[in-house]
């Protein structure tokens, strides 16, 4: 059986449409902190920006995502272990923050409340999977925007664009972070070369590697087409629901750039002695 949904027209609460839902239309997520939608709203500066909760939310994620990298990358053994911990937390501050705010700033310039919820369980699955199984399950949280509830009904097709270039937009940083980082090592690279025993240069060699593997990794896990009408989703599901030719291009990229790397032929985690 299909679900009845309920509308509520905008600006008149007392009015309410039913009607079965269709296979296809999209089921806001209920989030905690309520809807709020005003085109010319402003903020005072950018902390104002953010809650509390969200600040708190994305430090827990940002460590213990950090922590699930650096496990897979490399054993927990003393002091190497802490290098490449450190240089997972100075890579996930831009791959994994900055894809959460771009997330936010879209959203927020269509005039939508946003903020970063992290998933408590996901994060711990995350942990597990990196000890037990050597894979990253990166969903550590999202950014959720609350739309008016009749939005989806009344605008589908305008409704479906915004949620989809804001879906886009955290992938697409993790794609120019990953060309910004592959930049960066090839410079080292190109002064230094392959051996070297320097620290300063070795620990540049890993933050700039790893920054280029985990942002095309990022971009790509977060742009598979997996989700519901009805579930959050991965961002790469929005994307296909609004563009299938934008979301081909932003899915190909990551990917093709993530097995390269991963396989040798862009020999960036062989240098960093991965």
């Known amino acids: ?39 010319q709203k402003r903020f005072k500066n950018f902390a104002s920006r953010f809650s509390l909760k969200e600040i708190e939310d994305i430090m827990i994620a940002w460590i213990a995502l950090s922590f699930a990298f650096a496990v897979v990358l490399y054993p927990i053994d003393g002091k190497a272990f802490l290098l490449f911990f450190i240089a997972s937390f100075i890579v996930l501050g831009a791959a994994f923050i900055m894809h959460e705010l771009m997330h936010k700033f879209v959203a927020q310039s269509y005039g939508y409340e946003a903020q970063f919820r992290m998933f408590p369980f ?7 999977m990196a000890l037990l199984v050597g894979f990253v399950f990166a969903l550590p949280g999202a950014t959720i925007f609350e739309p008016n509830p ?9 409704f479906t664009e915004r949620y989809g270039k804001i879906s886009l937009a955290g992938p697409l940083i993790d794609i120019v972070f990953g060309f910004i980082f592959m930049s960066l090592f090839l410079v080292i690279y190109a002064f230094t070369g392959p051996n070297t025993t320097n620290l300063l240069t070795v620990f540049g060699y890993i933050v700039t590697g790893l920054g280029t593997f985990i942002s095309f990794y ?57």
Do not use: C, H
Request: charged content about 20%.
């Open 1 to 39: 059986m299909q679900k009845e949904v309920k509308i509520i027209k905008r600006g008149n609460p007392s009015v309410r449409i039913y009607r079965k839902k269709k296979a296809w239309e999209f089921i806001p997520f209920k989030s905690n902190f309520g809807y709020t939608q005003n085109k």
């Open 122 to 128: 996901f994060l711990i699955l995350a942990v597990v």
């Open 150 to 158: 009749s939005e989806p009904y009344t605008d589908p097709k305008g």
């Open 218 to 274: 990022l971009a790509a896990f977060n742009m598979l087409p997996l989700g519901s009408a009805s579930f959050i989703g991965l961002d790469g599901y929005k994307v296909w629901r609004w563009n299938k030719v934008y979301w081909a291009i932003f899915f190909v990229l990551p990917v093709v750039m993530t097995v390269l790397i991963y396989i040798g032929y862009i020999p960036i985690l062989s240098v960093i002695g991965l």
